[in-house]
T-cell receptor, first 114, second 115 residues
Framework: AQSVTQLDSHVSVSEGTPVLLRCNYS??????LFWYVQHPNKGLQLLLK??????LVKGINGFEAEFKKSETSFHLTKPSAHMSDAAEYFC????????????FGAGTQVVVTP | NAGVTQTPKFRILKIGQSMTLQCTQD?????MYWYRQDPGMGLKLIYY???????DKGEVPNGYNVSRSTTEDFPLRLELAAPSQTSVYFC??????????????FGSGTRLTVV
């Protein structure tokens, strides 16, 4: 069985400081991993993805994530938070079947204070 | 604009009523998905489809039905609505699995309350 665990349900940061959102996964096979962002009352938008190429992945809006197989982690970071980064973030795993199904973590709510 | 369109955006149902959540995409994607989102629970897969005429259950299919008669449309049917179906429902689409690795396109969601 595979699973995704987001280690923090809420993260509060000050504008201009680094952001770290933690995601651990469990999978029998090398998975594809994704980070999505959801702004209030909106659908989800893809931030970045890992699909077995480079382990350090750069996404939109200055976010990046590093795939660490030894730690089964895929943490999301941003060097300097902006007010517009306030949103909910979801880590997701795509299994090895042929149908592209995603399994989502529970989400991390990010609050950015001035 | 190309994308995934969901209707309605909001709906209040009484217990026992039925309704259909509509989902249409204009990107000629084969794969389509229905998820429900509950606070603190992330998104759970209800049903998915890999092409017209082909559907299968996801993680939480009870109380729901789907059909896929065309590539564009993937409606979700709720029969005998229950308070436990109060949720935000998202439809999403992607190309084949290779393109699914580029990520989904999500609709803007339907917020359903069952009272």
């Amino acid at each position: 069985a595979q699973s995704v665990t987001q280690l923090d349900s809420h993260v509060s940061v000050s504008e201009g400081t680094p952001v770290l959102l933690r995601c651990n996964y469990s999978s029998s096979y090398s998975p594809s991993l994704f980070w999505y962002v959801q702004h209030p009352n909106k659908g989800l938008q893809l931030l970045l993805k890992y699909t077995s190429a480079a382990t350090l992945v750069k996404g939109i809006n200055g976010f990046e994530a590093e795939f660490k197989k030894s730690e089964t982690s895929f943490h999301l970071t941003k060097p300097s938070a902006h007010m517009s980064d306030a949103a909910e973030y979801f880590c997701a795993l795509m299994g090895t079947d042929s149908w592209g199904k995603l399994q989502f973590g529970a989400g991390t709510q990010v609050v950015v204070t001035p | 604009n190309a994308g995934v369109t969901q209707t309605p955006k909001f709906r209040i149902l009484k217990i026992g009523q039925s309704m259909t959540l509509q989902c249409t995409q204009d990107m000629n994607h084969n794969y389509m998905y229905w998820y429900r989102q509950d606070p603190g629970m992330g998104l759970k897969l209800i049903y998915y489809s890999v092409g017209a005429g082909i559907t299968d259950k996801g993680e939480v299919p009870n109380g729901y039905n789907v059909s896929r008669s065309t590539t564009e449309d993937f409606p979700l049917r709720l029969e005998l609505a229950a308070p436990s179906q109060t949720s935000v429902y998202f439809c999403a689409s992607s190309g084949d699995r290779g393109r699914a690795l580029y990520g989904y396109t999500f609709g803007s969601g339907t917020r359903l309350t069952v009272v």
